[in-house]
């Protein structure tokens, strides 16, 4: 196997020319940091409910300040439309993550070959003379074997996965928070298009004592282009 300094067999040569950076994570088990993902709206709320915070009881009063403004014109079918799509890309996402969550916190212990054991010797490991039928067997004939060797594909599988295990723990973290920022976001949507229906359905011309809306025109406000009054 190629040790190179680019490796990541070997995360704590990463510095060059023989320096050695320690991996700070090595050998934590950070799978408390692996959120769990779920979709909480089965539904899309309705724009003609009430926006998060408002107050149904309109006890806030009419305010003076209303500030200079042009018409505003929002395409609500557009933005729920934009809104299920997102949603539904991100039931896809949530669900894919998930699944890979599950995947990688049920085999991190075991896929890199941490429990990889050498049951049995080699013919070179039985001492010139002695013939055995099956190596390693417990009898009169075995006592002539040197030592079992430690395990070099089990001990490199430890390693490996003392750094690997929390790089990965930390991926699926900041995938999870990802996607708790998009849930965040389509909420953001949705409570817009709750608020600007909000503001048109109180958006009203005043009534005077038999309910009739009081249109005040003044000619005065009226403004035309370049100055000029149109002909009479």
Request: proline share 9%.
């Amino acid at each position: 196997m190629v040790q190179s300094e680019h490796s990541p067999i070997y995360p704590g040569d990463m510095g060059g020319s023989g320096s050695s950076t320690p991996d700070p994570d090595s050998g934590k088990d950070l799978g408390y940091l692996v959120p769990t993902v779920t979709v909480a709206w089965n539904s899309i709320p309705s724009f003609n409910d009430p926006p998060p915070g408002a107050s149904s009881s309109g006890s806030g009063g009419d305010s003076t300040d209303v500030p200079a403004v042009p018409p505003i014109k929002v395409d609500l079918t557009a933005m729920r439309g934009t809104e299920e799509s997102m949603l539904s890309a991100c039931r896809a996402a949530t669900s894919a993550y998930e699944n890979l969550a599950h995947r990688t916190l049920s085999v991190k212990d075991t896929i890199f070959g941490q429990d990889h054991v050498d049951d049995g010797y080699s013919q070179a490991d039985i001492v010139v003379g002695q013939v055995l039928e099956t190596a390693g067997e417990p009898d009169s004939v075995t006592q002539g074997l040197r030592p079992k060797p430690a395990d070099p594909i089990g001990q490199m599988g430890k390693e490996f996965a003392a750094s690997m295990n929390p790089a990965m723990e930390k991926v699926l973290w900041m995938m999870g928070n990802s996607l708790e920022l998009v849930g965040e976001y389509i909420a953001a949507i949705n409570s817009t298009g709750q608020t600007y229906s909000e503001i048109d359905r109180e958006s009203k011309f005043p009534v005077d004592s038999i309910g009739k809306p009081v249109v005040v025109f003044d000619p005065s406000t009226i403004h035309y282009g370049h100055g000029v009054p149109p002909r009479g």
